[in-house]
């Protein structure tokens, strides 16, 4: 069975911090970039930022960068996004996906459930 499993939402204020932890299973991990992608009520879903299979090479939104960071962790079948300096903007549920190869805009295979994000201003 494939999983992907999103942790470590919650509630922050503006300026503050959270690290969103996306555990999978159930193929091989390695072999596959992983994304994160958030939608906010009334808004379309939006990529946000997303880690090579290969040689883990990050990408990332310009609304987040230098504000998150995506790492991953093989050994664990995890990846991580650290999220600093958070926005009341940055509210939304917050979703890990899986694609062979590189990252990309298109053809993730596999989805997890989300988890919420809220930033009080």
């Known amino acids: 069975e494939v999983q992907l499993v999103e942790s470590g939402g919650g509630l922050v204020q503006a300026g503050g911090s959270l690290r969103l932890s996306c555990a999978a299973s159930?193929?091989?991990?390695?072999?596959?970039?992983i994304g994160w992608f958030r939608q906010a009520p009334g808004k379309e879903r939006e990529g946000v930022s997303c880690i090579s299979s290969s040689d883990g090479s990050p990408y990332y939104a310009v609304a987040v960068k230098g504000r998150f960071t995506i790492s991953r962790d093989n050994a664990k079948n995890t990846v991580y996004l650290q999220m600093n300096s958070l926005k009341p903007e940055d509210t939304a549920v917050y979703y890990c996906?899986?694609?062979?190869?590189?990252?990309?805009?298109?053809?993730?295979?596999?989805w997890g459930q989300g988890t919420q994000v809220t930033v009080s201003s």
């Open positions: 996906a899986a694609r062979p190869g590189g990252c990309s805009p298109w053809e993730y295979d596999y």
């Open positions: 159930g193929f091989t991990f390695d072999d596959y970039a």
